[in-house]
Nanobody, 115 residues
Framework: QVQLVESGGGLVQAGGSLRLSCAAR????????MGWYRQAPGKQRELVAS???????NYADSAKGRFTISRDNAKNTVYLEMNSLKPEDTAVYYC?????????WGQGTQVTVSS
């Protein structure tokens, strides 16, 4: 069974920064995609950024230039560095891992950006 343990959410003022971390515990394939999604109240969950095992990345337009996703394969951990945060970034952020065996989600961490 795979468990994703997230940390790093919180309250920050507009223009500030936060770093999210997500550690995957359990058996996951060496080849996988790790990513972050977010869901704001009344909205659908959306992809923020993802990174493959080899380091290839994909960003939502809203994240480009402000957020950086990275991973440590040895630790099965994915990070999301968020800079220049805006009130519209307020949401619950979910860690996600996809591999050949399944699609796994973290419990979510709240990010609140005050204006």
């Amino acid at each position: 069974q795979v468990q994703l343990v997230e940390s790093g959410g919180g309250l920050v003022q507009a223009g500030g920064s936060l770093r999210l971390s997500c550690a995957a515990r359990g058996s996951i394939s060496s080849f996988n995609v790790m990513g972050w999604y977010r869901q704001a109240p009344g909205k659908q969950r959306e992809l923020v950024a993802s990174v493959g095992t080899g380091g290839s990345t994909n960003y939502a337009d809203s994240a480009k230039g402000r957020f950086t996703i990275s991973r440590d394969n040895a630790k099965n951990t994915v990070y999301l560095e968020m800079n220049s945060l805006k009130p519209e970034d307020t949401a619950v952020y979910y860690c996600n891992v996809k591999d050949k065996m399944g699609n796994y989600w973290g419990q979510g961490t709240q990010v609140t950006v005050s204006s």
